[in-house]
């Protein structure tokens, strides 16, 4: 038997019985493999004094135990849900989380961003809307050997690089709750320009309005940043229009919270006076009064699922792991909606 400290990976193998990509996937963490391989494996590790070397494992592997998350969103929330995703993912490996926010309006984001990641020689990459939906992106991501996963409103990529949301689906269901509490005269606040998220959301409005029969004017729909700021100007040019509407739908949460500030400065009454839903069920939706009526978006899971199958090619042969790629957001009831007066 090998002195402490001495050991190979081979020793390891052996003597357990199991092929060295078992005891990699040991090493590694690996979920995909039982409870019983697993302790047998542990317990000769411990037995030999084994150490693994993590700088020769990630020179064998050419990139270092880091996975990126790429970013140009103005919203935080959204960012640091993604983050605990992430971390929850690679708790108890030997991965890291490094975090790489970037300009979408730079004519050299592509450029910067294939530095960074020949620079870091990253394992892996998370890309989140909106420029997980730049495709030339995703090419610079293959080009430099970095495993990439993108997160959207829509699906953008096969299943292994790719979690998306039925944010279309869901926003219809939500105007739909509206009509049903006898709303017709229903308000948009839109989010930003070149947004999938946004777009996928405006449709899902529109889809449920017309379906309804009911017209969706101009003047009931306006554009915001999802930014709280944004939503107090978009609930003032909607709350200005006559006749106002009953209910508005908002395409965040922070932009709703915005609503609600420009019609209580009106000294309208949530929901009496006019009923409001939002999106994502952030932690602003619960805490402000009357608490929001919203969209939840699985913003943790999915990006504890993109993590896992970043992770799932971190043993040399290993099959991605199962994880799935569509998520469904669903319509949480809250206080901020009521059936329409009269």
Not at 239 to 258: F, K, Y
Not at 275 to 292: E, K, N, Q, Y
Not at 312 to 329: H, I, K
Request: charged content about 25%; aromatic content about 4%; hydrophobic content about 45%.
């Amino acid at each position: 038997m090998k002195s402490e400290g001495k050991s190979t990976i081979n020793d390891v193998a052996r003597i357990a019985g199991v092929s060295k990509k078992t005891v990699s996937r040991v090493i590694n963490r690996s979920p995909l493999l039982n409870g019983e391989t697993r302790a047998k494996v542990e317990a000769v590790i411990e037995e030999l004094g084994y150490v693994p070397n993590p700088q020769a494992r990630a020179l064998a592997l050419r990139r270092n135990f880091l996975i990126g998350l790429i970013h140009d969103n103005p919203n935080a929330q959204m960012v640091l849900g993604v983050q605990t995703g992430i971390l929850e993912a690679i708790r108890g490996t030997e991965f890291a989380l490094v975090v790489h926010p970037v300009d979408r309006g730079s004519p050299t984001m592509l450029d910067d961003i294939r530095s960074f990641l020949d620079r870091q020689r990253l394992y892996g990459v998370m890309l989140l809307p909106p420029i997980s939906e730049n495709d030339a992106l995703a090419q610079v991501c293959r080009e430099a050997g970095a495993r990439y996963v993108r997160m959207g409103s829509a699906r953008l990529d096969d299943d292994i690089h790719m979690v998306a949301s039925n944010d279309r689906e869901a926003v219809a269901a939500a105007t739909r709750h509206l009509i049903e509490q006898g709303h017709s005269r229903i308000g948009l606040v839109a989010g930003p320009h070149g947004f999938r998220s946004a777009a996928e959301r405006r449709a899902g409005f529109e889809q449920a309005m017309t379906e309804a029969g009911l017209k969706v004017p101009r003047s009931l729909v306006a554009d915001g940043t999802y930014r709280f700021e944004s939503g107090i100007a978009a609930g003032d040019r909607l709350l200005d229009v006559t006749p106002r509407p009953s209910a508005i739908v908002c395409s965040n949460d922070e932009m709703a919270a915005g609503v609600m500030h420009a019609a209580r400065q009106r000294g309208l009454t949530i929901p009496d006076d006019l009923s409001i839903v939002g999106f994502d069920d952030t932690a602003i939706a619960s805490h402000i009064w009357p608490p929001l009526t919203t969209v939840r978006w699985p913003i943790i899971p999915m990006a504890r699922a993109a993590a896992a199958k970043l992770l799932a090619g971190a043993v040399e042969g290993e099959d991605d792991a199962e994880e799935p790629s569509m998520f469904l957001s669903t319509l949480i009831r809250r206080g901020s909606v009521a059936a329409v007066k009269g």
